[in-house]
């Protein structure tokens, strides 16, 4: 074995965690205009920079293996009205329900892991 072939075996070996970490297939089908964005909006927080691509991609993955698109879609629209989308007591009927508080915090929670996951 050449030093050659054995440094690729050893870059390939390192590169599989990294691999095995993203999804291929997540659990739950979301639709190609709420992944593209979601990927779109992670982009922009980053400077809209080619190295995040990977990343955005990999963290929408993540959530959709973590939670079904009907959940992340309410989760979604809590998280939005929390930032800001409804203020006063309006906002509040839908934001500070048990089923959002729940929504929300599956959401942070695959966030979370994605975070982890797509380094």
Sequence with gaps: MTVRSLLALVSLALALPAIAA????????????????????????????????????????TIANYMPYDEYEKASTVLSLQQGGALGQRGGLVRDTPIAKDNLAKLRTAQAEANLRCE
């Design 22 to 61: 993203v999804p291929a297939h997540p659990k739950y089908d979301y639709p190609t205009a709420a992944r593209a964005d979601y990927v779109i909006g992670c982009l922009g927080s980053n400077g809209f920079s080619r190295l995040f691509l990977d990343k955005c991609s990999c963290e929408i993955d």
